[in-house]
């Protein structure tokens, strides 16, 4: 059981609307209310680039679409009476997260996860200084989740009913990373031309997306764990693939030599791998790969001929090819499209 702490009396609920812009524009930035439930925070040169709209879904729901670099770190602490959840989906983050005296909660990497803060239990956001800020991240209240997006008990993983409860332990509920899917919808909430409350009830159905994808990621987890890979071998053979994934994503092992190094057949890997993760271990390369281009793709220094290098390919065509069948555009015009304005981006 997760035992309820004293509420801080002088600590902000990440629920209140007024006070997290005001706290957003309080890092140097200049906010305009853009509607009755949207205020955008804009940051401009020398105290960083691009904008955070802070949006108010009811409440029991708030949101912010991040689009940002800001030089100095940041930090605010929350506390709240009752349990929430939060949802984020990342395209670029660095923030860590602290939940009273337990260890730290690291983002640094694109992934669409859900955390669990349990009642009256201090929460401390710390954005590392300069570092490129770029998704949507929701908050929940527990009790109401589910009711929100019209869902009952058995619609949802177990790992969510202690949460909802507000009874579950504090960290994370679930982490995935970051399909071409979500990032697609992502960047395309992020580079909305809605306004006023169009754009609030455009968020409302993306979240309800990104819900949508992170509880079928679990569910189909957690049938993954008790179905096919109840053996725990099967399970670890397919993480240590995926470590050795992880490691050497830029030059992908031979799938057969890989099976061979973990121990077991190279059929065998490819099933257990695809039951574990969702994705095939070519696709799971390819992701990874393309996650770790558009990071690269933000650093003013390197050309698209040095990013195609980082991330393992050999000449710039096959890369531009491979980036534009997953992301459906071009190196050159992503960039152009997500780069802050204040960089001078390399041909």
């Known amino acids: 059981m997760g035992a309820r702490h004293a509420l801080p009396s002088d600590l902000p609920s990440a629920l209140d609307f007024d006070r997290e812009w005001r706290r957003a524009a309080g890092e140097d930035g200049r906010s305009q209310r853009i509607s009755r439930n949207v205020v955008r925070t804009i940051y401009m040169p020398p105290h960083g680039s691009g ?7 009811s409440s029991d729901a708030l949101a912010n679409v991040i689009n940002c670099v800001v030089p100095r770190a940041a930090r605010w602490t929350y ?25 730290p909660l690291v983002f640094n990497r694109p992934e669409l996860t859900l955390t669990c803060t349990p009642p009256g239990l201090p929460m401390s956001a710390i954005i590392a200084a300069g570092a490129r800020q770029q998704g949507i991240v929701a908050v929940f209240r527990a009790r109401t989740f589910a009711a929100r997006f019209g869902l009952v008990q058995e619609d949802l993983p177990p790992e969510l009913h202690a ?15 970051v399909t071409h899917r979500v990032a697609a919808l992502v960047a395309d909430t992020l580079d909305s031309r809605l306004h006023g409350e169009l754009r609030t009830v455009q968020l409302a159905g993306r979240l309800a997306e990104l819900v949508a994808y992170a509880l079928e990621a679990m569910l189909h987890q957690h049938q993954a764990r008790t179905a096919a890979l109840s053996r725990r071998r099967d399970l670890d053979l397919a993480r240590a693939a995926r470590a050795c994934l992880d490691r050497e994503y830029r030059r ?21 791998f695809k039951e574990a993760f969702g994705v095939t ?24 001929a040095q990013v195609a290098e980082r991330v393992g390919y050999e000449h710039q065509s096959s890369f531009t090819a491979a980036f534009r069948g997953h992301v459906g555009m071009s190196p050159r015009d992503w960039r152009r499209h ?7 981006l390399p041909s």
């Open 51 to 57: 904008t955070t709209d802070t949006v108010r879904l």
């Open 79 to 103: 506390a709240d009476e009752e349990a929430l959840i939060t949802l984020r989906a990342s395209l670029a983050c660095d923030v860590e997260f602290r939940y009273g005296t337990a260890p």
């Open 163 to 177: 949460a909802m409860e507000g009874t579950a332990s504090m960290g994370r509920l679930a982490s995935f990373p």
């Open 252 to 272: 992908p092992p031979n799938f057969g030599a890989l099976a061979r190094e973990v121990g077991t057949s190279q059929n065998k890997l490819k099933a257990v």
């Open 281 to 304: 271990m070519a696709d799971y390369c390819l992701e990874r790969r393309m996650r770790e281009a558009q990071l690269l793709l933000m650093e003013a220094a390197l050309t698209i």
């Open 338 to 344: 997500r780069a802050p304005f204040t960089l001078d």
